[in-house]
């Protein structure tokens, strides 16, 4: 099986350049200082023919509610997200050092790496923007803190309204199964592992989707009892579809624990 995935490797932000922006789409100004930045913004082209405006060796600050802020030479101006087609950024240090702190196990360490990230760029058109919005649900699962994961998932929902409903599903299955809601988690999970099986090839965001619908697969057939079933719902989601690094590592747990009962795949 081939996975494509359509976003490049996450790199570390690398040290930031001094360059002038030319800004015309109209924005609101607020400070006047000197501001580096290595990213590049995509505006929406004003007519229907029209190519959109290029920001170049900008600096993407934050993004408050529909508002972002984009530093140049001359200042901080605000934009408002639907006046943006694109957004070129790399992931901040923090998004890469709570990736590795899950990598570790280390869920309470990544937690207020990942949170910091989701709070300060979440709505950002980006991967790694939507990923820590979306993972930041897991991680409070994960954890036990099921009241902030519901919030998590519904503050991902309605900042990504598109691409986020299948997660913030997800999120929702994972939610009625640590609360032993098993049929009402299984409605949701099913019809994605279906999907999952009958694809030969699967973009990143699907493979984050399959996997953590094959782990709630995972956790249902536990809740009954029925352990190799799970434990293969959960080699799936290890070995297939691991692009959901925080539901992964909970999934190798649960796997390592089953082979310690003796228990193999059917």
Same mark, same amino acid.
């Given at each position: 099986?081939?996975?494509?995935?359509?976003?490049?490797?996450?790199?570390?932000?690398?040290?930031?350049?001094?360059?002038?922006?030319?800004?015309?789409?109209?924005?609101?100004?607020?400070?006047?200082?000197?501001?580096?930045?290595?990213?590049?913004?995509?505006?929406?082209?004003?007519?229907?023919?029209?190519?959109?405006?290029?920001?170049?060796?900008?600096?993407?600050?934050?993004?408050?509610?529909?508002?972002?802020?984009?530093?140049?030479?001359?200042?901080?101006?605000?934009?408002?997200?639907?006046?943006?087609?694109?957004?070129?950024?790399?992931?901040?240090?923090?998004?890469?050092?709570?990736?590795?702190?899950?990598?570790?196990?280390?869920?309470?360490?990544?937690?207020?790496?990942?949170?910091?990230?989701?709070?300060?760029?979440?709505?950002?058109?980006?991967?790694?923007?939507?990923? +820590?919005?979306?993972? !930041? %649900?897991? *991680?409070?699962?994960?954890?036990?803190? /099921? &009241? #902030? $994961?519901?919030?998590?998932?519904?503050?991902?929902?309605?900042?990504?309204?598109?691409?986020?409903?299948?997660?913030?599903?997800?999120?929702?299955?994972?939610?009625?199964?640590?609360?032993?809601?098993?049929?009402?988690?299984?409605?949701?999970?099913?019809?994605?592992?279906?999907?999952?099986?009958?694809?030969?090839?699967?973009?990143?965001?699907?493979?984050?989707?399959?996997?953590? +619908?094959?782990?709630? !697969? %995972?956790? *249902?057939?536990?809740?009954?009892?029925? /352990? &190799? #079933? $799970?434990?293969?719902?959960?080699?799936?989601?290890?070995?297939?579809?691991?692009?959901?690094?925080?539901?992964?590592?909970?999934?190798?747990?649960?796997?390592?624990?089953?082979?310690?009962?003796?228990?193999?795949?059917?």
């Amino acid at each position: 099986m081939t996975l494509r995935f359509p976003f490049p490797k996450l790199q570390l932000l690398s040290a930031a350049i001094v360059a002038v922006a030319t800004v015309s789409t109209p924005g609101t100004a607020f400070s006047q200082a000197p501001a580096p930045g290595q990213d590049r913004i995509i505006m929406k082209p004003q007519t229907a023919t029209g190519q959109g405006q290029q920001l170049v060796n900008v600096l993407v600050v934050a993004v408050q509610g529909r508002k972002v802020t984009i530093r140049n030479t001359q200042g901080d101006i605000a934009y408002d997200l639907g006046q943006i087609a694109e957004v070129r950024k790399e992931a901040p240090p923090e998004f890469l050092q709570g990736q590795r702190m899950i990598e570790a196990g280390d869920l309470p360490k990544a937690l207020p790496l990942i949170k910091a990230v989701a709070d300060r760029y979440k709505g950002l058109p980006t991967a790694w923007a939507s990923d +820590a919005t979306a993972m !930041l %649900g897991n *991680i409070y699962i994960s954890l036990g803190q /099921l &009241p #902030e $994961a519901e919030a998590a998932f519904g503050e991902f929902e309605k900042t990504y309204p598109g691409a986020a409903s299948g997660a913030a599903s997800l999120g929702k299955a994972r939610l009625a199964v640590e609360r032993k809601q098993f049929a009402e988690a299984r409605t949701i999970a099913e019809p994605l592992a279906a999907e999952a099986l009958a694809k030969k090839t699967f973009t990143r965001a699907e493979s984050q989707r399959y996997g953590q +619908a094959f782990f709630v !697969l %995972g956790k *249902i057939a536990e809740g009954e009892d029925k /352990l &190799p #079933e $799970a434990m293969e719902n959960y080699c799936r989601t290890v070995a297939i579809f691991y692009q959901e690094r925080a539901v992964v590592k909970e999934a190798q747990k649960r796997i390592d624990e089953l082979r310690q009962k003796g228990i193999t795949t059917p």
